[in-house]
């Protein structure tokens, strides 16, 4: 990662805590960037990722917020399950902001399935939540979810992969839905952080059969409905996982909801424009009087 800017490494290299609570028996890990007192801000991954993939995007809001990210159960550091649901996964969330006694106004920040179980979270739990953000995630329009569901391939039990060494595994990551990233070291830091050591050689911390045993136990659009709290959602401009029609459809079922598309992103919206993303970021948490400072010092020497 010797290309990377010296902004990432600022971020990166901000200490962190680890912990863990347990939810419906299974230990379920998160990572602290400071301590409570201040306003919460807990950012949530997308499928098959982990909190790592905010380790560039939450230091940054650590002068203002009590920064947080969790490993959903069956990824990253969490245990697996033998069975998945979306109420469950919402229970997860809670129960990491209390396990970190953030206050009842936190912000939640979620990437796409990570934006479906928060958005469950929020709608079960309005009283626990100060507001919402979802990245590229959300309820999709009718059509939109026709054409996914037409082209969408039939699940199946995928091979388990062992890889002689970490750097092998690190350079097969590849991002889904896929797309190329010009960011190749937060793709390389993302990397090293989804594999582990097992059974004479490196493999991959998710549960590959995760998607199999999972279930939906909300409809999106009927828990965005139940959401009382303030949301914003950000999408990327070229996302072949969200379109313009989808959020407009979104702000139609909850026309308080604002908008806020990235140019030049795709569906990892932070990977793509991470320095653009913390902006957005920063100025709808500003705009629900949050007082955060302006891009130029939450990011400095880029």
Not at 212 to 237: C, H, K, N, W
Not at 275 to 296: A, H, K
């Amino acid at each position: 990662m010797s290309d990377a800017p010296n902004w990432f490494w600022i971020a990166i290299e901000t200490p962190v805590k680890e912990g863990q609570v347990s939810v419906r028996d299974c230990d379920v890990h998160f990572q602290s960037w400071n301590e409570p007192g201040q306003p919460g801000l807990l950012f949530v991954h997308g499928h098959n990722a982990h909190a790592h993939w905010w380790d560039f995007i939450a230091p940054f809001f650590t002068s203002h917020f009590h920064s947080a990210a969790l490993d959903l159960s069956g990824m990253g550091n969490s245990h697996h399950r033998d069975e998945y649901d979306s109420g469950t996964y919402a229970e997860e969330i809670v129960a990491v902001m209390d396990a970190l006694s953030m206050p009842p106004d936190t912000v939640v920040v979620a990437h796409s399935f990570g934006g479906a179980m928060a958005l469950e979270a929020v709608a079960n739990h309005n009283h626990r939540v100060g507001a919402l953000i979802l990245v590229d995630a959300g309820v999709r329009h009718p059509e939109d979810l026709k054409e996914r569901e037409a082209n969408q391939e039939p699940e199946r039990l995928p091979r388990s992969k062992v890889y002689p060494e970490r750097e092998v595994a690190v350079a097969r990551l590849r991002l889904q839905p896929p797309q190329q990233c010009d960011n190749q070291y937060i793709v390389d830091h993302i990397a090293r952080h989804s594999v582990e050591y097992d059974d004479g050689g490196w493999v991959w911390k998710f549960d590959e059969e995760q998607s199999l045993r999972m279930t939906y136990q909300s409809d999106p659009e009927e828990s965005l409905a139940r959401v009382e709290v303030p949301i914003a959602l950000i999408f990327g401009a070229d996302s072949a996982s969200f379109s313009r029609r989808s959020a407009e459809y979104m702000q139609s079922l909850k026309p308080g909801m604002r908008l806020f598309e990235v140019a030049d992103a795709q569906h990892h919206v932070f990977l793509d424009q991470p320095i653009e993303f913390v902006r957005v970021l920063g100025s709808i948490l500003n705009d629900w009087g949050r007082d955060v400072p302006g891009d130029d010092v939450l990011i400095p020497d880029r």
